[in-house]
């Protein structure tokens, strides 16, 4: 199994817990910030609980989730009641061409997987199902300031008790890792590290236009400091 289907599970929701519905619903307001009125529907792609969908519908939105986290989504409809969600892989994606007016993709849900093809696979499949003209965000990390704060070690509190984190950049594969320990459970977080070029290289590839990179959803243009990579654009054709 790999880690990503072990993880977001209860214990990721704990160590998380802290990502509530105001961050959703600063980050939602930014995407409106930018594109305004959105006509069709559009994907929160790995949606988890569907925190970020509930900000998109009370600004009047479509959203529809995706997720492959059978927890997560149970847990979305238990919180939040009823939502159109489909549990599915992102390289794989359950929707026709061009289904989508829109897309968003939050909190570094990108990166997962062992080889280079997998991920350029998944930016494949987001401009498939986005329609001519769909707008979409894209809210990763920054490697450069990853790799400047790395903190190696720390131990968090969660409702439920300590978690002990490991933190680790393996150069071979260019690959943030991270372990959890939750008492006798050891739990594994792998994000493969893009900069901004290679990014780019990857959505060009795929007719996705970026129109402005950010570093925070205030609205500061994204620097090597910055604390995130946020991209926002549109499809070409």
């Given at each position: 199994m790999t880690w990503y289907q072990e993880w977001f599970g209860e214990e990721y929701l704990e160590l998380y817990s802290h990502r509530d519905e105001n961050e959703a619903r600063q980050q939602v307001s930014f995407f409106r910030d930018q594109f305004a009125k959105v006509e069709g529907?559009?994907?929160?792609?790995?949606?988890g609980t569907g925190r970020h969908m509930q900000e998109l519908f009370a600004a009047a939105y479509r959203p529809v989730g995706c997720d492959l986290s059978y927890t997560l989504l149970r847990t979305g409809v238990k919180d939040y009641g009823a939502m159109p969600v489909a549990r599915a892989d992102m390289r794989s994606l359950p929707?026709?061409?061009?289904?989508?007016?829109g897309l968003v993709n939050f909190f570094t849900s990108f990166g997962y997987f062992s080889t280079e093809d997998e991920n350029l696979g998944v930016v494949h499949e987001m401009a498939r199902v986005l329609d001519k003209g769909a707008v979409f965000l894209f809210d990763y990390l920054n490697v450069h300031r990853e790799l400047?704060?790395?903190?190696?070690?720390?131990?968090?509190?969660?409702?439920?008790?300590?978690?002990?984190?490991?933190?680790?950049?393996d150069p071979f594969d260019r690959s943030f890792n991270k372990r959890m320990t939750i008492g006798q459970k050891r739990y594994l977080e792998r994000v493969r590290g893009y900069d901004l070029d290679e990014i780019s290289v990857m959505f060009t590839s795929s007719s996705l236009s970026i129109r402005d990179a950010f570093g925070d959803f205030d609205g500061s243009p994204f620097s090597r400091s910055s604390p995130r990579l946020i991209l926002v654009g549109s499809k070409l054709s």
């Open positions: 529907r559009i994907l929160d792609l790995a949606c929707f026709c061409n061009g289904t989508f007016a400047d704060k790395l903190v190696q070690r720390e131990t968090r509190q969660t409702p439920t008790g300590s978690v002990a984190i490991e933190r680790w950049f």
